[in-house]
Protein backbone atom coordinates (compact mmCIF):
# COMPACT_ATOMS: atom_id res chain seq x y z
CA UNK A 1 0.00 0.00 0.00
CA UNK A 2 1.41 3.52 -1.26
CA UNK A 3 1.00 6.84 1.03
CA UNK A 4 0.32 9.88 0.00
CA UNK A 5 2.57 11.35 -2.86
CA UNK A 6 3.01 14.76 -4.11
CA UNK A 7 4.97 16.45 -7.15
CA UNK A 8 7.61 18.57 -7.39
CA UNK A 9 8.95 18.40 -4.25
CA UNK A 10 10.14 22.31 -4.79
CA UNK A 11 9.35 24.69 -7.04
CA UNK A 12 10.16 28.11 -7.81
CA UNK A 13 8.21 30.72 -9.65
CA UNK A 14 7.94 34.41 -10.45
CA UNK A 15 4.90 36.84 -9.75
CA UNK A 16 1.93 36.48 -12.08
CA UNK A 17 3.06 33.06 -13.14
CA UNK A 18 0.95 29.78 -12.77
CA UNK A 19 1.62 26.62 -10.98
CA UNK A 20 -0.04 23.27 -10.73
CA UNK A 21 0.66 20.88 -7.72
CA UNK A 22 -0.12 17.42 -8.16
CA UNK A 23 -1.34 14.58 -5.50
CA UNK A 24 -1.62 10.91 -5.41
CA UNK A 25 -3.88 10.15 -2.90
CA UNK A 26 -3.35 7.01 -0.76
CA UNK A 27 -4.80 3.22 -2.20
CA UNK A 28 -8.45 3.28 -1.60
CA UNK A 29 -8.88 6.91 -0.93
CA UNK A 30 -11.49 8.79 -2.19
CA UNK A 31 -11.30 12.33 -0.89
CA UNK A 32 -8.51 14.83 -1.11
CA UNK A 33 -7.94 17.46 0.75
CA UNK A 34 -5.44 20.60 0.14
CA UNK A 35 -3.54 22.68 2.77
CA UNK A 36 -1.30 25.81 2.71
CA UNK A 37 1.51 26.10 5.50
CA UNK A 38 2.99 29.55 5.43
CA UNK A 39 6.35 28.91 7.68
CA UNK A 40 5.53 28.78 11.39
CA UNK A 41 2.22 28.72 11.04
CA UNK A 42 0.18 25.90 11.04
CA UNK A 43 -1.88 24.28 7.82
CA UNK A 44 -4.80 26.35 6.44
CA UNK A 45 -7.18 24.43 4.71
CA UNK A 46 -7.80 25.35 0.71
CA UNK A 47 -10.48 23.00 -0.16
CA UNK A 48 -11.67 19.29 -0.49
CA UNK A 49 -12.92 17.03 -3.38
CA UNK A 50 -14.25 13.91 -2.74
CA UNK A 51 -15.56 11.94 -6.09
CA UNK A 52 -14.42 14.32 -8.25
CA UNK A 53 -16.35 17.15 -6.48
CA UNK A 54 -15.14 19.83 -4.93
CA UNK A 55 -16.64 19.25 -1.10
CA UNK A 56 -15.87 22.42 0.81
CA UNK A 57 -13.68 25.25 0.42
CA UNK A 58 -11.42 27.68 2.75
CA UNK A 59 -10.86 31.09 2.78
CA UNK A 60 -8.69 31.61 -0.39
CA UNK A 61 -9.20 33.37 -3.49
CA UNK A 62 -10.95 31.60 -6.98
CA UNK A 63 -6.90 31.72 -8.38
CA UNK A 64 -6.67 28.67 -6.24
CA UNK A 65 -8.50 25.81 -7.93
CA UNK A 66 -8.83 22.34 -7.47
CA UNK A 67 -9.71 19.03 -9.50
CA UNK A 68 -9.66 15.50 -8.75
CA UNK A 69 -9.46 12.65 -11.54
CA UNK A 70 -11.49 9.17 -11.59
CA UNK A 71 -8.35 7.64 -10.11
CA UNK A 72 -8.83 10.09 -7.28
CA UNK A 73 -5.44 12.14 -7.60
CA UNK A 74 -5.18 15.55 -7.73
CA UNK A 75 -4.35 18.94 -8.44
CA UNK A 76 -4.13 22.58 -7.14
CA UNK A 77 -3.68 25.47 -9.69
CA UNK A 78 -2.86 28.77 -8.76
CA UNK A 79 -2.92 31.46 -10.81
CA UNK A 80 -1.68 35.19 -10.67
CA UNK A 81 1.16 33.67 -7.92
CA UNK A 82 1.67 36.48 -5.21
CA UNK A 83 4.97 36.38 -2.81
CA UNK A 84 2.49 35.58 0.11
CA UNK A 85 1.89 32.61 -2.00
CA UNK A 86 5.17 31.42 -1.11
CA UNK A 87 4.58 27.95 1.30
CA UNK A 88 4.75 24.05 1.47
CA UNK A 89 1.34 22.87 0.39
CA UNK A 90 0.41 20.07 1.66
CA UNK A 91 -1.93 17.54 0.66
CA UNK A 92 -3.97 14.77 2.48
CA UNK A 93 -6.15 12.01 1.54
CA UNK A 94 -9.12 9.74 3.43
CA UNK A 95 -11.74 7.38 2.89
CA UNK A 96 -15.26 8.87 1.99
CA UNK A 97 -14.89 12.01 3.68
CA UNK A 98 -13.73 10.45 7.49
CA UNK A 99 -11.68 13.58 8.54
CA UNK A 100 -10.58 11.14 11.79
CA UNK A 101 -8.25 9.08 9.04
CA UNK A 102 -6.10 11.86 7.04
CA UNK A 103 -3.18 11.13 5.68
CA UNK A 104 -0.85 13.84 4.66
CA UNK A 105 1.78 14.07 1.92
CA UNK A 106 5.00 15.72 2.25
CA UNK A 107 4.50 18.49 0.81
CA UNK A 108 5.70 20.64 -2.55
CA UNK A 109 7.38 23.46 -1.01
CA UNK A 110 6.64 26.66 -3.72
CA UNK A 111 9.04 29.88 -3.60
CA UNK A 112 7.51 32.98 -5.86
CA UNK A 113 10.14 35.80 -6.54
CA UNK B 1 -15.43 32.06 15.69
CA UNK B 2 -12.67 29.14 14.72
CA UNK B 3 -9.23 29.60 16.48
CA UNK B 4 -6.93 27.15 17.85
CA UNK B 5 -3.75 28.56 20.33
CA UNK B 6 -1.22 26.57 21.46
CA UNK B 7 2.25 27.83 22.89
CA UNK B 8 5.10 28.17 20.35
CA UNK B 9 8.15 26.41 22.15
CA UNK B 10 8.82 23.60 25.09
CA UNK B 11 12.03 22.16 26.25
CA UNK B 12 12.28 18.91 28.20
CA UNK B 13 15.31 16.82 29.34
CA UNK B 14 15.19 13.33 27.50
CA UNK B 15 13.35 10.76 29.95
CA UNK B 16 11.22 13.69 31.21
CA UNK B 17 7.67 13.95 30.38
CA UNK B 18 6.17 16.45 27.70
CA UNK B 19 3.09 18.09 27.83
CA UNK B 20 1.78 20.26 25.08
CA UNK B 21 -1.19 22.29 25.96
CA UNK B 22 -4.18 23.78 23.26
CA UNK B 23 -7.19 25.55 23.48
CA UNK B 24 -9.83 26.05 21.64
CA UNK B 25 -12.68 28.67 20.79
CA UNK B 26 -15.40 26.98 18.74
CA UNK B 27 -17.46 24.57 21.17
CA UNK B 28 -19.32 22.76 18.38
CA UNK B 29 -15.92 20.70 17.81
CA UNK B 30 -16.41 17.19 16.65
CA UNK B 31 -12.89 15.46 16.88
CA UNK B 32 -9.86 17.14 18.26
CA UNK B 33 -6.04 15.91 16.77
CA UNK B 34 -2.76 16.24 17.19
CA UNK B 35 -0.21 15.96 14.34
CA UNK B 36 3.51 15.94 14.65
CA UNK B 37 5.50 17.57 11.56
CA UNK B 38 9.80 16.96 11.62
CA UNK B 39 11.79 19.13 9.61
CA UNK B 40 11.19 18.66 5.96
CA UNK B 41 8.18 16.59 6.21
CA UNK B 42 4.61 16.53 6.02
CA UNK B 43 2.41 16.19 8.84
CA UNK B 44 1.56 12.78 11.32
CA UNK B 45 -1.32 11.96 12.95
CA UNK B 46 -0.65 10.96 16.20
CA UNK B 47 -4.00 10.41 17.98
CA UNK B 48 -7.53 12.14 17.97
CA UNK B 49 -10.46 12.52 20.98
CA UNK B 50 -14.05 12.78 20.26
CA UNK B 51 -15.66 15.76 21.73
CA UNK B 52 -17.60 13.57 24.25
CA UNK B 53 -14.41 11.93 26.00
CA UNK B 54 -11.91 13.28 28.30
CA UNK B 55 -8.90 11.37 28.06
CA UNK B 56 -7.55 8.59 25.65
CA UNK B 57 -4.07 6.91 25.75
CA UNK B 58 -2.00 5.28 23.48
CA UNK B 59 1.43 4.06 24.40
CA UNK B 60 3.50 6.80 26.09
CA UNK B 61 0.66 9.79 24.34
CA UNK B 62 -1.94 10.41 26.82
CA UNK B 63 -4.52 13.15 25.45
CA UNK B 64 -7.09 15.16 27.79
CA UNK B 65 -9.96 17.10 26.99
CA UNK B 66 -11.46 19.34 29.18
CA UNK B 67 -14.59 20.65 27.62
CA UNK B 68 -15.82 23.24 29.54
CA UNK B 69 -12.27 24.90 29.26
CA UNK B 70 -11.79 24.24 25.48
CA UNK B 71 -8.32 22.84 26.67
CA UNK B 72 -6.68 20.19 25.16
CA UNK B 73 -3.51 18.45 26.28
CA UNK B 74 -0.88 15.86 25.04
CA UNK B 75 1.30 14.39 27.17
CA UNK B 76 4.29 12.22 25.78
CA UNK B 77 5.89 10.18 28.85
CA UNK B 78 9.49 9.34 28.68
CA UNK B 79 10.31 11.47 25.89
CA UNK B 80 13.05 10.55 23.63
CA UNK B 81 15.50 12.67 21.17
CA UNK B 82 13.57 11.10 18.31
CA UNK B 83 10.16 13.24 19.93
CA UNK B 84 12.09 16.76 18.67
CA UNK B 85 9.48 18.03 16.63
CA UNK B 86 6.44 20.77 16.12
CA UNK B 87 3.09 19.44 17.53
CA UNK B 88 -0.31 20.88 16.22
CA UNK B 89 -3.45 20.86 17.29
CA UNK B 90 -6.35 21.00 15.15
CA UNK B 91 -10.02 20.38 15.46
CA UNK B 92 -13.03 20.13 13.18
CA UNK B 93 -16.29 19.95 12.75
CA UNK B 94 -19.05 17.95 11.99
CA UNK B 95 -20.80 19.94 9.70
CA UNK B 96 -17.39 20.98 7.77
CA UNK B 97 -16.94 17.96 5.96
CA UNK B 98 -13.15 17.21 6.35
CA UNK B 99 -11.78 20.65 7.30
CA UNK B 100 -9.27 20.46 10.00
CA UNK B 101 -8.30 24.03 11.90
CA UNK B 102 -4.86 23.83 12.86
CA UNK B 103 -3.10 25.97 16.07
CA UNK B 104 0.22 27.18 14.96
CA UNK B 105 2.22 24.37 16.57
CA UNK B 106 4.62 23.85 19.62
CA UNK B 107 8.07 23.19 18.76
CA UNK B 108 9.41 20.55 21.01
CA UNK B 109 13.26 20.30 21.37
CA UNK B 110 14.32 17.11 23.87
CA UNK B 111 17.83 17.84 25.36
CA UNK B 112 20.13 14.50 26.11
Redo the contacts between chains.
Sequence with gaps: ETGVTQSPTHLIKTRGQQVTLRCSSQSGHNTVSWYQQALGQGPQFIFQYYREEENGRGNFPPRFSGLQFPNYSSELNVNALELDDSALYLCASSLERDYNEQFFGPGTRLTVL | GED?EQSLFLSVREGDSSVINCTYTDSSST?LYW?KQEP??????LT?IFSNMDMKQDQRLTVLLNKKDKHLSLRIADTQTGDSAIY?C?E?MDN??????????TELSVKP
Design positions: VYYGAGLQLYFASQGGKLIFGQG
